[in-house]
């Protein structure tokens, strides 16, 4: 569940849980005002549907509410359904306070509260909206209300007046006043604080996906070491085979290709051995790799050095590639692309190009990988990104260059975006800082 949706439950469970105690509070306190203080109310008719709203609001809230959260998380109350709870509530609210003297009532006060759960659960411009419609609903409050004795307190409305008085006037200012500064100053308030929350939620992110990272590197390291001996050894007997053959040469038939076989062996040998060294080596050191001014050509250039198949990536650098500097860590970001390259060559097993273009935009570079393979669908599009998650066949890979690639990235402010339609290959887009 993502921050917002979270944020969303607790606050409709705490607004659900909170109308539920107005409505008892409500209740009450006509209870109250009628049987001890034997107050006569003219519209108890109004008083009625105030609070019968309000109820079957919150049946309907909790109804819906429930039945949205156990379809998917996303589905949870948004700024739209709680404005128009909060937006009842201050409906409802005028209502009361119409049947029971209006600004001469005590509870008018309650207006502050509504005003202050809109600029606490809802965003800036519907808690605006609602501190408008509040000063309006107070503003009609003071045209007309119904009048009682007992709580006079010499605020008659404009409409039995006949006129606007300044008293009037200044109580409608000095509600709008304080009810603009309530608002100004929550959303402020709140907006600051959802930011600092998104910056420590971030920051965690950051940090397991390191922990990933490091725990991979050193199950990488721990497989080159466990994995040097045997290769070792395989090599070591490779080449006494190849030497024998080469002092005494056999003479069956197929004895040719059997020496072009053993030589093969050497040489893919010996590019396992020099991939173990650079996964021993570097390691973890990914991580907290040093960052380093490389232009664009030397970069582009190690990331396509040692790869199998290089011939058959096609790149088109700018023109001034070799004096466009650029501050990455060097041995990271390479391997990361170079993963993003092998990839579209392993899509491709009709031998056909990878084109590698190389672009500046906006103060960002640009690669764009592109291979002529049978492209992806969107199911396998939205999961490209998941560890361990691969197409290719068993012992073609382990589904964790984009994964890794991604985490490299975004350790430079960086992200890679894949597109594709069925037919028609697939373009990996990599955007880091220029």
Same mark, same amino acid.
Request: proline share 4%.
């Given at each position: 569940?993502?921050?917002?949706?979270?944020?969303?439950?607790?606050?409709?469970?705490?607004?659900?849980?909170?109308?539920?105690?107005?409505?008892?509070?409500?209740?009450?306190?006509?209870?109250?005002?009628?049987?001890?203080?034997?107050?006569?109310?003219?519209?108890?008719?109004?008083?009625?549907?105030?609070?019968?709203?309000?109820?079957?609001?919150?049946?309907?809230?909790?109804?819906?509410?429930?039945?949205?959260?156990?379809?998917?998380?996303?589905?949870?109350?948004?700024?739209?359904?709680?404005?128009?709870?909060?937006?009842?509530?201050?409906?409802?609210?005028?209502?009361?306070?119409?049947?029971?003297?209006?600004?001469?009532?005590?509870?008018?006060?309650?207006?502050?509260?509504?005003?202050?759960?809109?600029?606490?659960?809802?965003?800036?411009?519907?808690?605006?909206?609602?501190?408008?419609?509040?000063?309006?609903?107070?503003?009609?409050?003071?045209?007309?209300?119904?009048?009682?004795?007992?709580?006079?307190?010499?605020?008659?409305?404009?409409?039995?007046?006949?006129?606007?008085?300044?008293?009037?006037?200044?109580?409608?200012?000095?509600?709008?006043?304080?009810?603009?500064?309530? #608002?100004?100053?929550?959303?402020?308030?709140?907006?600051?604080?959802?930011?600092?929350?998104?910056?420590?939620?971030?920051?965690?992110? $950051?940090?397991?996906?390191?922990?990933?990272?490091?725990?991979?590197?050193?199950?990488?390291?721990?497989?080159?070491?466990?994995?040097?001996?045997?290769?070792?050894?395989?090599?070591?007997?490779?080449?006494?085979?190849?030497?024998?053959?080469?002092?005494?040469?056999?003479?069956?038939?197929?004895?040719?290709?059997?020496?072009?076989?053993? @030589?093969?062996?050497?040489?893919?040998?010996?590019?396992?051995?020099?991939?173990?060294?650079?996964?021993? $080596?570097?390691?973890?050191?990914?991580?907290?790799?040093?960052?380093?001014?490389?232009?664009?050509?030397?970069?582009?250039?190690?990331?396509?050095?040692?790869?199998?198949?290089?011939?058959?990536?096609?790149? @088109?650098?700018?023109?001034?590639?070799?004096?466009?500097?650029?501050? #990455?860590?060097?041995?990271?970001?390479?391997?990361?692309?170079?993963?993003?390259?092998?990839?579209?060559?392993?899509?491709?097993?009709?031998?056909?190009?990878?084109?590698?273009?190389?672009?500046?935009?906006?103060?960002?570079?640009?690669?764009?990988?592109?291979?002529?393979?049978?492209?992806?669908?969107?199911?396998?599009?939205?999961?490209?990104?998941?560890?361990?998650?691969?197409?290719?066949?068993?012992?073609?890979?382990?589904?964790?260059?984009?994964?890794?690639?991604?985490?490299?990235?975004?350790?430079?402010?960086?992200?890679?975006?894949?597109?594709?339609?069925?037919?028609?290959?697939?373009?990996?887009?990599?955007?880091?800082?220029?």
């Amino acid at each position: 569940m993502d921050a917002i949706s979270e944020r969303y439950l607790i606050n409709s469970t705490w607004l659900i849980k909170l109308r539920w105690v107005a409505v008892i509070g409500q209740v009450l306190t006509i209870l109250v005002t009628i049987l001890f203080f034997r107050i006569q109310l003219p519209a108890v008719w109004a008083l009625a549907i105030a609070i019968s709203v309000t109820v079957g609001s919150n049946l309907a809230l909790m109804y819906w509410f429930s039945n949205k959260a156990q379809l998917t998380d996303r589905n949870v109350p948004s700024n739209r359904v709680l404005g128009f709870v909060l937006l009842v509530d201050l409906f409802s609210l005028t209502t009361l306070l119409f049947a029971t003297g209006g600004p001469n009532n005590p509870f008018s006060l309650f207006f502050f509260v509504n005003v202050s759960l809109s600029a606490l659960l809802l965003n800036r411009n519907w808690a605006w909206g609602l501190n408008v419609m509040s000063v309006l609903c107070f503003a009609g409050l003071l045209f007309d209300h119904y009048h009682i004795d007992e709580l006079n307190m010499g605020l008659d409305s404009i409409r039995s007046r006949g006129d606007v008085s300044l008293q009037h006037m200044g109580l409608l200012v000095a509600f709008a006043t304080c009810t603009s500064v309530i #608002v100004y100053f929550m959303t402020r308030l709140t907006d600051e604080l959802r930011q600092q929350q998104n910056a420590v939620r971030q920051a965690e992110e $950051s940090k397991a996906r390191f922990q990933k990272i490091e725990a991979l590197g050193t199950l990488a390291a721990g497989a080159a070491h466990e994995l040097a001996t045997p290769l070792s050894t395989i090599a070591i007997v490779a080449k006494d085979v190849e030497k024998a053959f080469e002092k005494h040469p056999p003479n069956f038939p197929g004895a040719d290709d059997v020496i072009e076989d053993v @030589s093969l062996i050497r040489s893919q040998l010996d590019r396992c051995r020099g991939i173990l060294d650079r996964m021993s $080596s570097h390691a973890g050191e990914s991580i907290g790799e040093q960052m380093q001014s490389v232009s664009m050509e030397e970069l582009i250039d190690c990331c396509l050095e040692g790869l199998l198949g290089r011939e058959r990536v096609q790149v @088109s650098l700018p023109a001034d590639a070799d004096s466009w500097i650029v501050e #990455v860590p060097l041995d990271a970001l390479s391997q990361a692309i170079r993963g993003l390259v092998k990839n579209g060559l392993d899509a491709d097993e009709s031998g056909r190009a990878v084109r590698v273009q190389v672009l500046r935009l906006d103060g960002q570079v640009q690669i764009e990988i592109t291979d002529q393979g049978p492209g992806m669908p969107e199911e396998i599009l939205q999961r490209v990104s998941e560890p361990f998650f691969t197409t290719k066949p068993p012992g073609k890979g382990m589904g964790l260059g984009v994964y890794l690639a991604i985490n490299v990235l975004r350790s430079v402010e960086g992200d890679v975006v894949y597109r594709s339609t069925p037919g028609s290959g697939a373009t990996a887009t990599v955007l880091f800082r220029g």
